[in-house]
């Protein structure tokens, strides 16, 4: 006999403004809970220090996580010059500490350094597997793990405010794996004069920004009052909208019923691209598929359940 899961078969991507001080796994239980939702996943961990953008996944909507994941990230954070932590953010250790203070120009020189691809060695304090467990688990037993340095992708840089001498606030835009608390260690290592974050929001993952995020506490509120889950439904942003840099395909009822089997179908027609690469397909507003386009066909990967 099936097992019965528990919760609602609830679909969709909720992109929460987690609150500081919460860990990425407290959010997605939280989210979980409100929702009562059957599965849920998060898409690119944040630092409980960190506030701002946090894709949560429900249902079938999880099995796309990972293009949320490969997605750009943008963050805005402040580096307090003078002092390096153990952490590289203003939870650890002070761990060296300098009484010389960048000058604008002086930041603004060491900018490019810091853009393109470039090597980094992630904090010691991070969930970077060593021999199989993680790294942090180690640091906070008194191990110090050597991590080897990778290499990662920051397309854009920018110092943005200069509050006083002791702090800078920056932009920056960079890809999967980049350490934004060392990218603050680095640059503060450079000027000599060291540095650590001591703010840090996530505005942008892949296609979610602020302009789609709805803060926790907003969700918890609704929660409490009469026709709740209506509320918290509209919040939710359909399965596919994290797919919008992929190619659409609208199938027929009659295809989309042979790709739900797992079968190949041949795209005909004018609209018929000539493209290959990934794609996904919708049938009647509804997401059928992930898969690749190749010689003509579509072939599915990835099948969606949301009936």
């Not at 003078?82 to 500490?97: K, L, Q």
């Not at 793990?145 to 990662?152: A, M």
């Amino acid at each position: 006999m099936a097992r019965h899961k528990k919760g609602n078969p609830i679909h969709g991507w909720l992109v929460l403004d987690k609150p500081i001080g919460m860990t990425s796994t407290q959010a997605v239980a939280t989210i979980k809970h409100l929702y009562d939702a059957q599965k849920a996943g998060h898409a690119g961990t944040l630092d409980p220090l960190a506030t701002g953008i946090l894709p949560i996944a429900l249902g079938e909507a999880t099995k796309t996580c990972s293009f949320a994941v490969e997605g750009e990230k943008a963050y805005r954070f402040t580096v307090r010059w003078g002092i390096e932590t153990n952490t590289d953010d203003a939870e650890g250790e002070v761990v060296r500490t300098s009484d010389k203070r960048p000058i604008p120009e002086e930041i603004e020189a060491i900018l490019p350094d810091f853009t393109g691809e470039i090597e980094q060695v992630p904090p010691t304090f991070s969930a970077i597997k060593v021999n199989g467990e993680r790294a942090y688990d180690l640091a906070r037993d008194g191990e110090m793990p050597k991590l080897e340095p990778r290499p990662v992708l920051i397309s854009e840089l920018r110092a943005v405010e200069y509050p006083d001498r002791d702090t800078t606030v920056f932009e920056a835009v960079c890809g999967r794996g980049t350490y934004v608390r060392a990218l603050a260690r680095d640059m503060g290592r450079a000027l000599g004069c060291y540095g650590h974050v001591t703010a840090l929001r996530r505005t942008q993952v892949g296609p979610f920004d602020e302009e789609s995020a709805v803060p926790l506490s907003e969700l918890e509120e609704a929660s409490k009052l009469d026709g709740a889950m209506d509320f918290l439904k509209v919040k939710l942003l359909p399965v596919e909208a994290v797919l919008e840099g992929l190619f659409r395909l609208n199938l027929s009822p009659a295809d989309a019923s042979r790709v739900r089997r797992g079968q190949a179908v041949i795209i005909r027609g004018r609209d018929a691209p000539i493209m290959s690469g990934p794609a996904y397909a919708m049938s009647k507003g509804q997401l059928i598929a992930i898969g690749e386009l190749a010689k003509g066909e579509f072939r599915p990967t990835r099948v969606f359940n949301l009936g």
